[in-house]
């Protein structure tokens, strides 16, 4: 199975010069944890998560309004292909400590494929299952 089989290719991003007060906005507005940051032509250029924003942002005392999402997103980032394996994606997210994978193409973002994307398919339950359990148990250590 490929990742295009189970991607979301309906990606809410931002770009980084955005404030870091409308990422939290659209996290909300959507229910998700992260958003990809992408430039004008959809370039993939880094991350923005919940966490960064609590870590790096709000309790370094810096403005949400004031700040802006390059400042504070993650720029190195493991991505997949949609013609890559989707085993090869819950390896990715186990070894990277992620629950959540860009799918780019050409370096453009295309999809996101999520630990809970792969638990719905039942080929994929020992791959996902696999990630999961690395990453809880990293997540522990901290």
């Given amino acids: 199975m490929k990742v295009s089989d189970i991607m979301n290719d309906s990606v809410v991003s931002i770009s980084e010069d955005e404030s870091v007060a409308l990422a939290s906005r659209l996290l909300s507005r959507h229910n998700v944890g992260s958003l990809p940051v992408c ?13 960064d924003i ?18 504070i997103m993650t720029r190195s980032l493991v991505t997949v292909n949609p013609g890559d394996d989707a ?9 990277a400590q992620v629950r959540r994978l860009p799918v780019t193409e050409g370096g453009r973002l295309v999809g996101i494929v999520s630990l809970g994307d792969m638990a719905k398919v039942a080929l994929l339950n020992d791959e ?4 999961l359990t690395q990453i809880s148990e990293n997540l522990r250590m901290r």
């Fill in 39 to 51: 430039d004008g032509s959809g370039a993939l250029r880094g991350m923005v998560t919940d966490r």
């Fill in 54 to 71: 609590v870590l790096r942002c709000v309790a370094t005392d810096r403005s949400p309004r004031e700040t802006s999402v390059g400042e």
């Fill in 87 to 95: 085993g090869r994606a819950g390896e990715l997210m186990g070894s």
């Fill in 128 to 131: 996902s299952g696999r990630a």
